[in-house]
Protein backbone atom coordinates (compact mmCIF):
# COMPACT_ATOMS: atom_id res chain seq x y z
CA UNK A 1 0.00 0.00 0.00
CA UNK A 2 1.36 3.44 -0.98
CA UNK A 3 1.88 5.80 2.18
CA UNK A 4 3.55 8.93 0.73
CA UNK A 5 6.08 10.85 2.77
CA UNK A 6 4.38 13.80 3.78
CA UNK A 7 7.24 15.91 3.98
CA UNK A 8 7.66 15.13 0.17
CA UNK A 9 4.57 15.81 -0.78
CA UNK A 10 4.75 16.68 -4.41
CA UNK A 11 1.27 17.84 -4.44
CA UNK A 12 -1.91 18.06 -2.43
CA UNK A 13 -5.17 18.51 -3.86
CA UNK A 14 -8.50 19.36 -2.13
CA UNK A 15 -11.55 17.66 -2.88
CA UNK A 16 -15.22 16.98 -2.10
CA UNK A 17 -17.98 14.66 -3.01
CA UNK A 18 -21.77 14.62 -2.37
CA UNK A 19 -24.18 11.90 -2.44
CA UNK A 20 -27.91 11.07 -2.07
CA UNK A 21 -26.98 7.55 0.04
CA UNK A 22 -28.85 4.40 -0.90
CA UNK A 23 -29.86 0.87 1.20
CA UNK A 24 -26.58 0.32 -0.99
CA UNK A 25 -22.39 1.15 -0.48
CA UNK A 26 -21.66 4.24 -1.57
CA UNK A 27 -17.96 5.26 -1.95
CA UNK A 28 -17.57 8.69 -0.05
CA UNK A 29 -13.99 8.97 -0.71
CA UNK A 30 -11.14 7.05 -1.72
CA UNK A 31 -11.60 3.44 -4.08
CA UNK A 32 -10.90 -0.21 -3.23
CA UNK A 33 -10.58 -0.42 -6.78
CA UNK A 34 -7.72 -3.21 -7.51
CA UNK A 35 -7.85 -1.63 -11.23
CA UNK A 36 -8.42 2.00 -12.64
CA UNK A 37 -8.10 3.24 -9.33
CA UNK A 38 -7.44 7.13 -9.36
CA UNK A 39 -5.79 6.90 -5.88
CA UNK A 40 -3.34 4.57 -6.68
CA UNK A 41 0.19 5.82 -4.43
CA UNK A 42 -1.82 8.62 -2.66
CA UNK A 43 -3.50 8.78 0.48
CA UNK A 44 -6.31 10.69 1.46
CA UNK A 45 -7.16 12.67 4.22
CA UNK A 46 -10.86 13.18 5.32
CA UNK A 47 -11.40 16.43 7.21
CA UNK A 48 -15.14 16.15 7.23
CA UNK A 49 -18.33 13.71 6.82
CA UNK A 50 -21.64 15.39 7.44
CA UNK A 51 -24.74 13.68 6.90
CA UNK A 52 -27.95 15.22 6.77
CA UNK A 53 -31.61 13.98 6.95
CA UNK A 54 -33.64 15.96 4.89
CA UNK A 55 -36.88 13.53 5.43
CA UNK A 56 -39.72 13.75 8.00
CA UNK A 57 -39.11 10.60 10.21
CA UNK A 58 -35.94 9.44 11.64
CA UNK A 59 -33.24 7.69 9.48
CA UNK A 60 -30.25 5.11 10.00
CA UNK A 61 -26.86 5.78 8.44
CA UNK A 62 -23.72 3.24 8.88
CA UNK A 63 -20.45 5.02 8.05
CA UNK A 64 -17.29 2.73 7.55
CA UNK A 65 -13.54 2.02 5.94
CA UNK A 66 -13.64 -0.66 3.26
CA UNK A 67 -10.50 -2.34 1.22
CA UNK A 68 -10.43 -4.28 -2.13
CA UNK A 69 -10.76 -7.57 0.14
CA UNK A 70 -14.09 -6.03 1.20
CA UNK A 71 -12.72 -5.77 5.34
CA UNK A 72 -15.31 -3.76 6.60
CA UNK A 73 -14.36 -1.49 10.25
CA UNK A 74 -17.55 0.75 11.03
CA UNK A 75 -17.13 4.56 12.20
CA UNK A 76 -21.02 4.88 12.69
CA UNK A 77 -23.38 1.92 12.96
CA UNK A 78 -27.05 2.14 12.42
CA UNK A 79 -26.54 5.90 14.08
CA UNK A 80 -30.16 7.80 14.32
CA UNK A 81 -30.61 10.73 12.22
CA UNK A 82 -33.66 12.42 13.46
CA UNK A 83 -35.93 14.17 10.81
CA UNK A 84 -34.39 17.93 9.35
CA UNK A 85 -31.14 17.61 11.21
CA UNK A 86 -27.30 16.98 10.18
CA UNK A 87 -25.10 14.63 11.89
CA UNK A 88 -21.28 15.68 11.71
CA UNK A 89 -19.29 11.90 11.60
CA UNK A 90 -15.40 13.22 10.88
CA UNK A 91 -14.00 16.94 11.43
CA UNK A 92 -10.88 18.49 10.95
CA UNK A 93 -10.01 17.73 14.63
CA UNK A 94 -10.13 14.09 14.15
CA UNK A 95 -9.55 13.39 10.26
CA UNK A 96 -9.36 9.57 8.61
CA UNK A 97 -6.58 9.10 6.36
CA UNK A 98 -6.59 6.20 3.56
CA UNK A 99 -4.07 4.49 1.88
CA UNK A 100 -4.80 3.14 -1.64
CA UNK A 101 -7.38 0.58 -1.59
CA UNK A 102 -9.69 2.09 1.31
CA UNK A 103 -12.39 3.95 1.33
CA UNK A 104 -14.73 5.53 3.37
CA UNK A 105 -18.33 4.13 2.41
CA UNK A 106 -21.52 5.09 3.71
CA UNK A 107 -25.42 3.44 3.35
CA UNK A 108 -28.82 4.82 4.57
CA UNK A 109 -32.03 2.88 6.08
CA UNK A 110 -34.42 4.30 3.48
CA UNK A 111 -33.03 5.67 0.07
CA UNK A 112 -33.51 9.81 -1.16
CA UNK A 113 -33.58 10.52 2.48
CA UNK A 114 -29.94 11.59 3.64
CA UNK A 115 -27.17 13.28 1.76
CA UNK A 116 -23.63 12.95 2.63
CA UNK A 117 -21.36 15.55 1.57
CA UNK A 118 -17.43 14.98 2.25
CA UNK A 119 -14.47 17.01 1.94
CA UNK A 120 -11.02 15.77 1.53
CA UNK A 121 -7.31 16.05 0.41
CA UNK A 122 -5.21 14.26 -1.54
CA UNK A 123 -1.54 13.67 -1.00
CA UNK A 124 0.97 12.67 -4.21
CA UNK A 125 4.52 12.01 -3.38
CA UNK A 126 5.19 10.77 -7.11
Not at 10 to 27: G, I, R
Not at 55 to 81: C, D, E, M, P, W
Amino acid sequence: MAEPNLINTTSCLVENSAFLLTASETQIAGSKATSGNPYLNKSVKVVSLYLCNYSSGTKTANVFLNNAGSVVRYIAYQVSIPANTTLVVVTKDSPIYLEEYDCLSALASATNSIHAVCNFEIYDDA
